[in-house]
């Protein structure tokens, strides 16, 4: 079985682009998050302890408060959101 990636206190989803929590609930958001970090759906649930349907159910929920279609739209957002642009361009100077 795969080692799962790091998912401490660090990597929550409390450290998601406030944009993004704003939008999201705490649990889609803390869901967003994990899938960020490349775990699975069983993964995922059994980190949440939750079941595998409760996890495609607030994915669900992240894919239409976003606007995407699948988890792939949903991780690129997640991922572009939560380095903004301006914080890119004041380390590049």
Known sequence: ?????????????????????SVLSPREAEVLQLATLGLTNPQIAAHLQVTVHAVKFHLAGVYRKLGVANRTEAVVRSLRDATPLDDAAKASS
Request: proline residues 14%.
């Open 1 to 21: 079985m795969a080692a799962m990636p790091d998912a401490t206190p660090a990597h929550r989803a409390n450290d998601t682009d406030p944009r993004l929590r």
